[in-house]
Structures are given as C-alpha cells and as structure tokens.
C-alpha cells in the first residue's frame, strides 16, 4: 500500500513538473509556426525566390 | 564645297536624308520617330504581359492562402530546374510516397474484410451452437 502510494505521489509530481513543460513548448512551437506564416505572408517572393534556390541546390546535391 | 562627295542629291551615302526626300519617302526624324514609337509600343506591350502574367500567377495571393504550400511548390519548381527529375532521390521520395499511400489506401479495405469475416465466422459459430442444441 506504502509503495503504491509512493508510486502514485512521484507520478502526481512527474506530471504536475511536466504538463506545464509540455504545454509551454506547444506554445513556443504554435507561435514559432505563426512567426513563419507571418514572415512568408509578408514577404512572398523573397520566401519563394529562397525556396526555389533550395529546391535547385538539393536537386544539384542529389545529382552527384 | 560638296558635302557628300560626288552625290548630286546632297543626300548622305547610306540613303537617308535629314531634310526630307526627293521621293517622298520618310525623313531621318520620322524614322527615328518611327522607331521610338515602336519600342515605346513594345515595352508597353511587354509590361502589360507581365502584368497580366503576374495576376494570372497570383503569387502573392496563393501565398496568402496556403504559405506553406506556395513554399513547396518554389521548392518543387527549384528541384525541376536543378534537374533533380530523374535522380535516385526522386525515385526514393516516390517510392516512399506510394508504399505509404497503398498502406493507406489498403488498410481501410483490410479492416473491412476482417470485420466480414469475423462476422460471417461469428454467425456460422452461433447457427451451429443452435443447430446442436436443438
């Protein structure tokens, strides 16, 4: 009974240090993903332009 | 003094004239009009088709809409131009995309024939049960 209660304890604790991790990295994420969403909205053929340079280089890179 | 050596028009060596022709074709001036006309005409052209390419593409407003999509396909379009069409990658990335998609595709079709078997096996086991105690 003591351990399961121990086990319990530690579990209650586990969670109580690491849901408020967890949910401050899901929001670091969804403003990072809002970032970048803004960042191509607002300059689109710089974003595209870059992304057709990628595409180009990793083809050059896949040829070899 | 002769200007122009031993012509007797007066007229320069290559045929055209600076004060009108004795023929009446064009002057040097409405030719250079002419001509500043034409490439006015074509660069408005030219703008126009630009512009009329530029709203067809709507880069910016497919941006708008789907940024991540309009990423992939600058991204696509850069694989094509690199010449990355016909490269062990591609073959690599397709055939990731098709094992994937029959999987997907599949297990629907899967899950429904075990559900019809399990359920055909299911009333066959019940009919004999009943059949036996009867």
């Given at each position: ?64 | ?106 297990l629907p079709l899967l899950e429904a ?22």
């Amino acid at each position: 009974m003591e351990t399961t209660a121990s086990i319990k304890r530690f579990a209650h604790d586990v969670e109580a240090r690491v849901r408020p991790e967890i949910e401050g990295a899901r929001k670091r994420i969804e403003s990072a993903g809002e970032r970048v969403t803004t960042y191509i909205k607002e300059n689109p053929g710089k974003c595209i332009l870059g992304a057709v340079a990628l595409g180009y280089l990793v083809a050059k890179l896949a040829r070899r | 003094m002769k200007p122009f050596g031993d012509n007797p028009t007066n007229a320069p060596a290559n045929g055209l004239t600076t004060g009108g022709k004795p023929d009446g074709g064009p002057t040097l001036r409405q030719r250079v009009d002419q001509c500043s006309r034409s490439a006015e005409q074509m660069w408005a052209e030219t703008r126009g088709s630009l512009t009329d390419l530029r709203d067809a593409i709507d880069v910016k407003g497919r941006t708008n809409r789907k940024p991540y999509t309009a990423l992939a396909a600058g991204l696509g379009l850069g694989y094509l131009l690199g010449g990355g069409l016909f490269t062990p990658l591609t073959g690599r990335i397709v055939g990731a995309g098709l094992r994937i998609g029959i999987r997907v595709a599949l297990l629907p079709l899967l899950e429904a024939e075990l559900v019809r078997m399990v359920e055909t096996f299911a009333t066959g086991a019940a009919e004999e049960t009943s059949s036996s105690a009867g």
